[in-house]
């Protein structure tokens, strides 16, 4: 080794005044640029070690070094990706992408002070939850609101209110797990409360419900079986006949849906999924779901139904624990204002809309994508057709066809390809179909197409 080319090495003092980098110290803090420079200097350091020649201090390229590294020093962990998995409700990379009002609200909310607690009219404090509390209402034809932190939360705060030391009796056709530990069981459990199961896996009749009543009961638990479907040789009493029954025995009926849409959107030709309107309107007392699946907004639990049982679980200690905070609030309301005229769900959120696109619209993003990276030297592409899912514990077996671009650069296999995009500076996820890489266009927001196509220069080039 030389130590003559390492003691050639300035020091960091020295390139903070030297010309390579005076470009930088406009554009960067003190703290970051001495940062960047021994990150770079370390670097070069290491190159010397691998048998590197010194490079010029005062170059473009060395001043790119030290950039590169302020701007690596900058990125946070939790950072923006590409989604071409074509599952729009992915559960990994943060589920439901949200409209920009409700960005825009969102931010609002954070930048300054709100009145997330204080009511205007009267100048006394006021409740997080009449920001929405109103609008859910209409949306679902309930009686009264609340929203937590998600439906997890929101399914918790049900059985920790009014099934403590008492028995919910649930089909086992419906003792789902979730994901992330979240199974019925456990949960009704972990609440104190006895889960009576009836019926079998596919078939659960009135008689088994009656049968397994008791002085004990207080809830009857529907869940929606959101990520799996029961097919061929199955029965379950209707949501109507469930909700009389109860009512006749003094008990609450409870549905966790979920997923929880407030569109119809088999009406779009997607699934047979019971709209939250649909389940209150069958007589269901409490009905729970989701803020960031099939609604599309942010991680939240909304809990709606009978105004007395509302009232009960606002005076629980356990909703502290569990409530929502302004962040969150803000763009849910903001993203059920949107359900609302002069706003079409369909288009507006952006969940709906990935959803609903239709074939004419995917192939023209898939064949305007594949121009795009064509266009890069080095990269082919080819347009493919694709079965894709919505996710997310949502509308199981459902297959929505997309199309996609089959992309290929050097000699790579598809696995190379996948792990190198995934390592990319922008990550960008894609899977191996029929033996090639490709990203599912359904799944990409605006400004993704921008961000593929450098990341694609910057591997195709490397
Ligand atoms: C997804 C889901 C939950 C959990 O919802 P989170 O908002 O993720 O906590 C609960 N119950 C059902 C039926 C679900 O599909």
């Known amino acids: 080794m030389n130590e003559e080319l390492f003691r050639q090495i300035p020091q960091v003092n020295d390139l903070l005044a030297s010309p390579g980098v005076a470009g930088l110290t406009g554009l960067y803090g003190r703290g970051e640029l001495v940062a960047g420079l021994r990150a770079a200097t370390d670097a070069v350091r290491t190159g010397l070690r691998n048998g590197d020649s010194l490079p010029d201090f005062d170059s473009a390229d060395f001043a790119n070094d030290v950039e590169a590294a302020i701007l690596g020093a900058r990125q946070t962990n939790l950072r923006p990706l590409i989604n071409g998995t074509g599952v729009v409700i992915h559960t990994n990379l943060g589920r439901a992408p949200l409209a920009p009002l409700a960005l825009q609200a969102m931010q609002v909310a954070a930048q300054g002070y709100s009145n997330i607690e204080f009511d205007l009219e009267s100048g006394r404090r006021g409740s997080r939850y009449d920001h929405i509390r109103e609008l859910l209402c209409r949306l679902t034809g309930a009686e009264d609101a609340i929203v937590v932190n998600n439906c997890a939360a929101a399914v918790t705060l049900t059985m920790a209110t009014f099934a403590k030391n008492k028995d919910v009796i649930v089909s086992r056709g419906e003792l789902v797990e979730i994901g992330g530990s979240f199974r019925v069981p456990d949960v009704i459990a972990q609440n104190g409360a006895r889960l009576v199961e009836v019926g079998t896996t596919n078939k659960t009749h009135m008689a088994d419900y ?80 989701s803020g960031d699946k099939l609604l599309g907004g942010p991680q939240a639990g909304i809990i709606v139904g009978k105004a007395n049982l509302i009232a009960e679980m606002l005076k629980n200690p356990l909703l502290r624990a569990i409530r929502i905070d302004k962040l969150s609030l803000a763009a849910l309301e903001a993203t059920l204002r949107l359900y609302e005229a002069p706003f079409d769900p369909m288009a507006d959120v952006p969940v709906l809309a990935m959803l609903t696109a239709g074939s004419d619209e995917l192939r023209e993003k898939a064949e305007r994508l594949a121009g795009l990276l064509d266009d890069i030297d080095g990269v082919s592409t080819e347009v493919v057709v694709l079965d894709g899912e919505a996710g997310g514990g949502s509308l199981p077996g459902i297959t929505l066809s997309s199309f996609g671009v089959a992309i290929v650069w050097g000699n790579h296999k598809p696995e190379a390809m996948i792990e190198a995009l995934r390592n990319a500076s922008t990550a960008v996820i894609g899977r191996i179909v029929r033996n090639q890489m490709v990203l599912d266009v359904r799944t990409l927001v605006p400004g993704d197409e921008e961000r593929l196509c450098v990341t694609m220069g910057q591997l195709a080039g490397a």
Not at 224 to 252: C, I, M, Q, W
């Open 210 to 289: 009656e049968r397994a009543l008791s002085d004990d009961t207080a809830i009857i638990l529907r869940t929606h079986t959101s990520n799996y479907r029961l097919v061929g040789f199955t029965a379950k009493p209707a949501l109507e006949t469930l909700a009389d029954f109860a009512h006749e025995h003094d008990l609450l009926l409870v549905e966790d849906l979920g997923s929880g849409t407030l569109v119809d959107l088999a009406k779009a030709g997607i699934g047979d999924e019971p709209t939250v309107g649909e389940s209150i309107t069958a007589g269901a007392d409490i009905v729970t779901f």
